[in-house]
């Protein structure tokens, strides 16, 4: 379990799902592999790690999504690119009983994953896991109150995107049908991702140092960091593309985690972009990481990991 400062406090339902590894790791692919091109099959040796290893997001997310757009108490909700179910867990918890959430993710091994974690709700209806994609969700038309897609916009074709949310979202005849594109974002120094790693960076000049360096170690050690990274693909042009002429709204949330060495590493394993053990510059990687957390960590054996939860959302306009 992470420990979550005060600033972030988690919904108490929101746990990291650790239960499901002793009882699902069969179901899992776990062979060390090149991350896919393909942003439907690249997590599927990291299950495990990703259900152990990755934060939830701020109650406030939720909160600030059901006032925005009036969601109905039987909101039906489209969790797109809902990986393993940590958003689509925290909309069930945070939401009332008769909302139901349809967790629509292409990669079988996450479903799988999703749909372990959240059997009771499936058992309930309110719960509906699907293989689909943001491009061909296969629901019928003006079905939707709300789309949502956490750390997974940047693997849309946004014009193919754009057109099945028109097609989905009901047609309320105001902004209370839309869509939420939301993240969770490392505090760090953006800038030096086009700088070379290495070590005459001066850490103590930069805003969040430990989250600086983990930043300077994947562009340095990741296998296609650079080019996956979606503060690289996502750009206000994107995000106008898809929401349309009447524009979208940001609002962010600190999301503060202090981790313990084992969780740090965790966290690094569960990118998709990393080395995996037998692959080349794994062994480096991990011995850089434990310097970095031998740097930055405090009295009690953590070290401070803070994201910036970033939501975009609004109408999804003609």
Known sequence: MFSRTTSGMRSPAITYMTGILRSTTHCFTTTA????????????SRVITYVSSRPSYPPNVIHLLRDHFALPNNAHILDIGSGTGILTSQLLHDLPQSCQVTGAEPNKDMRA??????????????????DATAEATNLPDSSVDLIVAA?????FDVP?????????????GNANSGAALIWNDRRGVREQHDKKAGNDIDYDKLNSPVMSAYDLLLVKRGVDY???DHHRKITKAALDSYFGPKGFHVKSFENAYKLTYEQLEGRLLSSSYTPQEGQAGYEEMLAELKELFGRFKGSDEKVDFVYDTRVFYGEVSE
Do not use: C, Y
Request: proline share 2%; glycine share 2%.
């Open 226 to 228: 650079t080019k996956v």
């Open 33 to 44: 592999m090149v991350p896919s091109n393909d942003s439907t099959t690249r997590f599927s």
């Open 151 to 155: 750390q997974a916009f940047h693997w």
């Open 160 to 172: 193919r995107a754009r057109a099945e949310a028109l097609r989905i979202l009901k047609k309320t």
């Open 113 to 130: 994953a999703a749909e372990e974690q959240l059997a009771s709700e499936i058992k309930t209806g309110r719960f509906v896991s699907v």
